[in-house]
């Protein structure tokens, strides 16, 4: 058979010749030969032989489906459907594909190739490997501060920098890497419930993670991200009053990565055994969150470490996937309440609304003695506090973050401030309508709906219920 034969049978096999996918995979991907025959699921020799046309089949058809999804992937990046940012996610997904691929257009079942001589695999259009070079130390990691960066360097959260927070192709990314670990949290209606909010609610039970609260969805997103992006870090070091702190010492477990997570004093003792038992390094210190992150900075330089803020691009993709799941789960939602701590949770909420196209309203709640962030997105810049004195520990925050505060103000209907009477009353209220243990912070959504029962009435309406981890000594006070 001849060379143009052979690559008629790969274009009707294929929609194109290995040989010009091979291209186009370096030119528009940024994929090198030598890495192709691995994400594609082949030995460097049968592709050798496939982009010279010495052999037109690819048997495998997990392979075939690697390849279509890799023709789809260039086509998205051409016309901008697929941002650039997004190609290494998406060439992970392609590379950990064990999807065969379905005959149709572009994989119908041919006949046999009549076989050919064993090729050499060095033809001339597809570049050798390159030589093994010299083993280069692994560069210092980045002090703390530049990690994330700054709010005068945009990342791809920050208003104006000319990307989304989230885009599909990252959403689908963090909901594949998520499932690996986390099964679809369920959303339900309590008729009890509802006879107390006085309209259709439904409740979105993160208490039923591995780590009885939503944020582990952020962590194990943000541990994939370093992997996908090359960087291997001695450990992570991260300030936290709680669940952030589980969240990471989770992802770390799954991945193998040193943690070390700084509390402050007085922080819950059942969350400090909890980071504990997951095999993370626990250090107490500071008077309040914002104290203890400022020594986690400190100790992050001290020793190497990467330091994890508490909100970050990484962080909210993770989260995301609860809130795709959500609309999964309940189409034609009219309003969400959301708990802000530091507002990766609503921020998510936002992002995925946004990314879906619906019209939902997105509804922040605080604490009212912990208001920064209520402060903030009235004044449209962060605004700190002196103090955030509440048993709402999860939303105990007094120094915004800068791209979280933007995003909220840009994107959320309204913050509701509600009071520690019914922060508690609420987490009582829920235990009794629904038998599920609600944490302080957990609690909070439901506190903010019922305090908008009358603005919310025969609307369709979604409370996030973030976790369960509650201290005894809080929830028999609680129900109190």
């Known amino acids: 058979m001849s060379q143009d034969d052979a690559q008629r049978q790969q274009i009707d096999l294929y929609g194109d010749t290995v040989a010009s996918i091979a291209q186009q995979a370096q030119s528009v991907l940024g994929v090198p030969p030598h890495e192709l025959a691995d994400l594609i699921g082949l030995s460097e020799p049968m592709l050798g032989a496939l982009v010279s046309a010495a052999r037109v089949r690819i048997g495998n058809q997990i392979a075939i489906g690697r390849l279509v999804q890799l023709q789809e992937l260039i086509v998205n990046v051409r016309n901008g459907l697929t941002p650039t940012g997004d190609v290494a996610l998406a060439l992970a997904?392609?590379?950990?594909?064990?999807?065969?691929?379905?005959?149709?257009?572009?994989?119908?079942?041919?006949?046999?190739?009549?076989?050919?001589?064993?090729?050499?695999?060095?033809?001339p259009q597809?570049?050798?490997?390159?030589?093994?070079?010299?083993?280069?130390?692994?560069?210092?990691?980045?002090?703390?501060?530049?990690?994330?960066?700054?709010?005068?360097?945009?990342?791809?959260?920050?208003?104006?920098s000319g990307q989304p927070l989230l885009t599909s192709t990252s959403l689908g990314y963090a909901r594949s890497v998520v499932a690996r670990h986390i099964p679809t949290t369920p959303t339900y209606r309590w008729p009890l419930l509802e006879q107390l909010t006085g309209t259709e609610t439904w409740v979105k039970h993160e208490n039923h993670t591995p780590t009885g609260a939503f944020k582990v969805r952020g962590g194990l997103n943000f541990v994939e991200r370093l992997r996908v992006s090359g960087i291997r870090p001695p450990g992570l070091i991260s300030a936290t009053r709680g669940n952030h702190g589980q969240s990471l010492a989770f992802a770390g477990r799954a991945y193998g990565l040193p943690i070390t997570i700084v509390v402050p004093e007085g922080n819950s003792p059942d969350k400090n055994v909890a980071i504990e038992a997951m095999g993370a390094e626990l250090i107490v210190q500071g008077?309040?969150?914002?104290?203890?992150?400022?020594?986690?900075?400190?100790?992050?330089?001290?020793?190497n470490l990467m330091m994890v803020p508490p909100f970050h691009p990484w962080l909210?993709?993770?989260?995301?996937?609860?809130?795709?799941?959500?609309?999964?789960?309940?189409?034609?939602?009219?309003?969400?309440?959301?708990?802000v701590g530091m507002g990766s949770g609503i921020c998510a909420q936002i992002a995925v609304r946004d990314l879906l196209g619906l019209r939902t309203e997105i509804v922040g709640v605080v604490a009212a003695n912990a208001p920064a962030y209520a402060r903030s997105v009235a004044a449209g810049y962060p605004v700190s506090t002196e103090t955030a004195?509440?048993?709402?520990?999860?939303v105990a925050c007094r120094t915004p973050d800068p791209?979280?505060?933007?995003?909220?103000?840009a994107g959320a209907s309204r913050i509701v401030e509600v009071s520690e009477e019914a922060a508690a009353e609420a987490m009582a209220l829920m235990f009794r309508t629904t038998h599920n243990l609600a944490e302080p912070a957990g609690s909070l959504a439901l506190a903010g709906l019922l305090s908008e029962r009358a603005r919310v009435a025969g609307r369709r309406v979604a409370i996030l219920h973030t976790g369960g981890n509650c201290d005894y000594e809080i929830l028999t006070r609680a129900f109190a």
Do not use: K, W
Request: charged share 10%; aromatic share 6%; proline share 20%.
């Open 403 to 409: 791209q979280a505060v933007a995003l909220i103000r």
């Open 93 to 123: 997904q392609i590379r950990a594909s064990t999807l065969p691929a379905v005959p149709g257009a572009v994989t119908h079942p041919a006949a046999p190739a009549p076989q050919a001589a064993p090729p050499q695999y060095a033809p």
């Open 389 to 394: 004195d509440t048993f709402v520990d999860g």
């Open 126 to 160: 597809y570049a050798a490997p390159p030589q093994p070079q010299p083993a280069v130390p692994p560069a210092p990691m980045p002090p703390a501060p530049s990690f994330p960066a700054t709010p005068s360097q945009p990342t791809p959260s920050s208003p104006g």
């Open 316 to 339: 909210v993709e993770g989260v995301a996937t609860a809130a795709a799941e959500l609309h999964d789960q309940v189409a034609g939602i009219d309003v969400i309440y959301v708990p």
């Open 287 to 303: 008077a309040d969150f914002q104290a203890a992150a400022e020594y986690a900075a400190n100790l992050a330089a001290q020793r």
